[in-house]
């Protein structure tokens, strides 16, 4: 039982770059998302996903792509990457969302994806 | 919108008791969350509270006012590997979980 897997682990891009940020998870929650952290603005919501084939913005959706095309897979995409977009990337999933029940928000987290954007 | 505030660093001692409050502002409400995060690795969850209160587990407890828009974790017996950031995070009835910016702790000998 794997979790949440993320890839790359570590990304070094030029200015105007694409690349994407993959993520899986084998626990079949249906509710997927993308943070970005950066140092002191705490983790913040890039795009997330209820289910297959729905997603939505976050606070920061700007640069960023997503789809979900099955239940496992959540892939983030940068088309021209930015130096701005220099920062940790967690994928984190959860079992179910819109159900009222707080216990099935709770996140599990990727190991993370460190880009660094020149 | 939302707003979620924590201090940004608190110190204790190895043994002592710390308290870190959080304070929130959301459109709706549907739980509110404790994470840590230790220096380079992914946030790990901590505990829930979705109703006004006090939750235990363990050494850590959370408790909840939602009329306050206050909630505090609270860390007995500290140990050296509790040294970590602790972010307080709120979902609101859209199912969105939106993170405070985080409290590093520091737990000295």
């Known amino acids: 039982n794997a979790g949440v897997t993320q890839t790359p682990k570590f990304q070094v891009l030029k200015t105007g770059q694409s690349m994407t940020l993959q993520c899986a998870q084998d626990?079949?929650?249906?509710?997927m998302s993308w943070y970005r952290q950066d140092p002191g603005m705490g983790l913040r919501l890039i795009h997330y996903s209820v289910g297959a084939g729905i997603t939505d913005q976050g606070e920061v959706p700007n640069g960023y792509n997503v789809s979900r095309s099955t239940t496992e897979d959540f892939p983030l995409r940068l088309l021209s990457a930015a130096p701005s977009q220099t920062s940790v990337y967690f994928c984190?999933?959860?079992?179910?969302?819109?159900?009222?029940?707080?216990?099935?928000?709770?996140?599990?987290f990727g190991a993370g994806s460190r880009l660094t954007v020149l | 919108g939302q707003n979620i505030d924590q201090p940004t660093e608190m110190t204790a001692t190895e043994g002592a008791i710390v308290q870190i409050n959080c304070t929130y502002q959301t459109s709706g409400f549907n739980g509110l969350f404790w994470y840590q995060q230790h220096a380079g690795e992914a946030p790990t969850f901590l505990s829930y509270n979705v109703l006004d209160g006090l939750e235990e587990k363990g050494r850590f407890s959370s408790f909840l006012s939602r009329s306050k828009g206050y909630s505090y974790l609270l860390l007995k017996e500290l140990q050296m590997k509790d040294s970590a950031s602790y972010l307080c995070?709120?979902?609101?009835?859209?199912?969105?979980?939106?993170f405070g910016t985080g409290t590093r702790l520091q737990v000295f000998p």
């Open positions: 626990m079949n929650h249906e509710y």
């Open positions: 984190a999933s959860n079992l179910r969302s819109g159900t009222g029940l707080a216990g099935a928000n709770v996140l599990t």
């Open positions: 995070a709120v979902s609101s009835n859209t199912d969105k979980l939106i």
